[in-house]
């Protein structure tokens, strides 16, 4: 009896530490500037064994080079044979491949990570984002077909379909449901990243929810961010205030501020990178829980779009006044500590 | 005699399905094309002969050696922009061999006044009934672009997305000489530090007087400001709506690519409420529009450039 007393006293004592915790999640500033890409418009961008993967869909050309933007190589051009391209809008890699949808053509197409022609197979579906696994499973969301994740083989042919679908009230928590019918398909737009264990992350575009699936579709967890960030992009989202910056565009026919820019693993680290509409980089350690948030200065930051992410380097591509910066991610040990944070 | 009353009811019955059926297929025959994306590249089409919705004119398609079809169902200033580089891209490079046409899903009113003011210098086709969009596979809420040969084959019909600017001058490079230019690596603003600015041609668009640059900006003491977006049409209102027109108190001209639509301008800058000058380049201003592709696209879509007495550029800064 008097041990459970003490135990209850002790988990007493402990909530307010609890809550203070959760409150306080590792934070620091990430200076970015101004990276000296080869080409002047490169809104696709990823990282992959210290290259640099730069697509620029004014001349349809992917760039290949290496941290400091030296060209290795230049491939692709204006055209819908192999290896060519018309406004591609997406590109991803993985430990073999470079996978980049090429919107205009309607097609996926994977090189390799020398650039070279792999495959390619049409996609009648409009996509926001694609993902690709080192095992080269190629990963879209799709909410038309009744799920949030399909995965594909190389040559386009389904191998499986998973993931159920959300709804804007249940992922903004609101009793308000008389917009799910027209946001139906808006509301399950998911930024795709898979880790090297083929664990796939599916992060919403429009609400500040996180789900992880297994390789073979099982969902682990869903989670939400940290409650201060996903507090501000929900805000955000339903334009409560109107000083918050907003990059915003149109999704399945819904003009609709993004509040997730982009998402990445970390190849180096396997940690899961979001870009948030706040100019800011949640970093999620392996439960799916905020480890470390970045805050981004330097130029338009409410304009960044892409990211690509390897070890401590971090570069974004803007948007609108389009430009290519560098960071670098601080060592986990140089942030705040939690204790620190807490005495705070 | 006596017509058996029967018969007549089954004729009149016959005839109200015939004109039933007409009808329906006549109404059927001028929806817009609501299916799906078909026509793609290698596919063959057969001859349009339509006519030009300002000119009159008897229009084959295709007739030339090589034909960019632009099919506009959305009116945007950003259309408008790619159809001035085509028609800047046909006057420059008088090609004998080439042509452009512009077909729209409706009735666009600055693209036809461009037609009839003749700053478009190719054919432009209203598809009133949608034969064209049913014949090319264009959903009414698309825009597509095609480059076709002379038998009809679709060298190149991407499924989403219009040619851009850029775009119409790979293809045509392509297609003419047979491979692109590209510029090489990264070009930069320093590149024109140090060399003249050209002493361009400019028109005020309140006045239409045309005059050249080192006429009316006193060098050395005097800022140029040139817009270069990839869209300035569709970025400059508000742009200029920023400045107020405070350009005189900051001893700066404005000059505008000759890239934008004029027609369009033109209602910017009414819509603006600008009563200061306001500079139309009358060409290409060599060597720095250019420069939205590296310097000014990276840092902003306005180049701010100071040149001294003598004229030449002694800086150049982009502002956001």
Redo the contacts between chains.
């Keep these: 009896m008097k041990r459970a007393a003490i135990l209850v006293v002790s988990l007493v004592l402990q909530l307010p530490r609890l809550a203070t915790a959760r409150d306080a999640i590792p934070s620091a500033t990430i200076q970015i500037t101004p990276f000296g890409a080869p080409v002047g418009q490169t809104p696709l961008i990823s990282a992959r064994n210290s290259r640099l993967y730069l697509f620029d869909d004014r001349t349809n050309r992917l760039f290949i080079c290496d941290g400091s933007g030296r060209v290795l190589k230049t491939t692709g051009s204006i055209g819908d044979g192999p290896g060519q391209f018309f406004k591609p809008s997406a590109m991803v890699t993985s430990a073999h491949s470079v996978v980049i949808y090429d919107r205009g053509n309607s097609r996926i197409v994977v090189l390799t990570l020398d650039g070279d022609f792999k495959s390619q197979f049409p996609i009648k579906t409009q996509l926001y984002n694609i993902a690709a696994g080192d095992d080269d499973t190629i990963y879209i969301n799709d909410p038309s077909s009744g799920h949030l994740i399909t995965a594909l083989d190389i040559n386009g042919r389904m191998l499986r379909s998973f993931g159920d679908l959300s709804s804007l009230s249940v992922l903004h928590h609101t009793s308000n449901q008389t917009r799910d019918e027209r946001f139906h398909l808006t509301a399950n737009r998911v930024r795709l990243a898979v880790d090297k264990s083929g664990r796939i992350f599916a992060v919403f575009m429009i609400a500040p929810v996180i789900r992880e699936y297994s390789r073979d579709g099982t969902l682990i967890k869903e989670a939400g961010f940290d409650d201060a960030n996903a507090h501000q992009l929900q805000e955000l989202f339903w334009h409560k205030d109107p000083n918050l910056p907003i990059t915003s565009g149109i999704i399945d026919g819904n003009q609709v501020p993004f509040l997730v820019k982009d998402a990445a693993v970390n190849p180096a680290t396997g940690q899961l990178v979001v870009l948030t509409a706040l100019s800011k980089l949640l970093i999620f350690d392996g439960n799916c829980k905020e480890a470390s948030v970045l805050e981004i200065k330097g130029a338009m930051d409410s304009q960044l779009w892409k990211m690509a992410v390897e070890d401590r380097s971090i570069w974004l591509v803007r948007v609108f006044l389009p430009g290519t910066f560098h960071g670098e991610i601080p060592e986990p040990q140089s942030l705040p500590s939690l204790a620190a944070k807490q005495t705070h | 005699m006596q017509f058996p009353r029967g018969r007549l009811y089954w004729m009149l019955l016959v005839v109200l399905l015939v004109v039933t059926f007409a009808s329906s297929m006549s109404i059927y025959f001028r929806r817009p094309y609501s299916g799906s ?1 078909e026509q ?2 290698g596919r063959k089409i057969s001859t349009l002969s339509v006519k030009d919705e300002i000119t009159g004119d008897k229009v084959v398609i295709p007739s030339k050696r090589l034909t960019f079809l632009f099919y506009y169902n959305l009116s945007s200033p950003q259309n408008l922009q790619d159809i001035t580089y085509a028609a800047y891209l046909l006057k420059t490079q008088h090609p004998n061999d080439v042509g452009f046409v512009v077909v729209t899903g409706g009735h666009f009113q600055q693209l036809e006044q461009m037609r009839r003011e003749k700053i478009l210098p190719f054919p432009l086709i209203v598809d009133s009934s949608f034969s064209i969009a049913r014949q090319l596979t264009i959903p009414n809420t698309a825009d597509r672009s095609f480059i076709i040969r002379q038998d009809g084959t679709l060298l ?6 219009a040619f851009g600017p ?2 119409i001058r ?2 045509y490079e ?1 297609y003419t000489h047979g491979n ?1 230019t ?1 510029a090489s ?2 070009p930069s603003a320093n590149e024109i530090i140090g060399k003249p600015f050209p002493n361009i041609l400019l028109k005020e668009l309140h006045t239409n007087r045309q005059s050249r640059l080192f006429d009316i900006a006193s060098p050395g003491d005097s800022q140029l400001l040139i817009f270069t977006a ?1 869209c300035p049409a569709c970025t400059l209102e508000s742009f200029l709506r920023g400045w107020k027109g405070e350009f005189r108190a900051a001893k700066t001209i404005p000059i505008i690519t000759s890239r934008v639509p004029e027609i369009e301008l033109r209602q910017i800058i009414s819509n603006s409420g600008i009563s200061s000058p306001i500079y139309m380049a009358q060409s290409e201003i060599q060597g720095i529009e250019d420069l ?4 000014g ?5 306005v180049l701010l450039i100071s040149t001294n007495k003598s004229g030449v550029t002694q800086r150049v800064e982009a502002l ?1």
Excluded: C, N, R, V
């Design positions: 994306i793609s590249t190149f019909a991407p499924q989403k997305e850029e775009d790979e293809l392509l692109i590209y690596g990264p990839s939205y592709f590296d310097f696209a990276k840092e902003g879509s956001p």
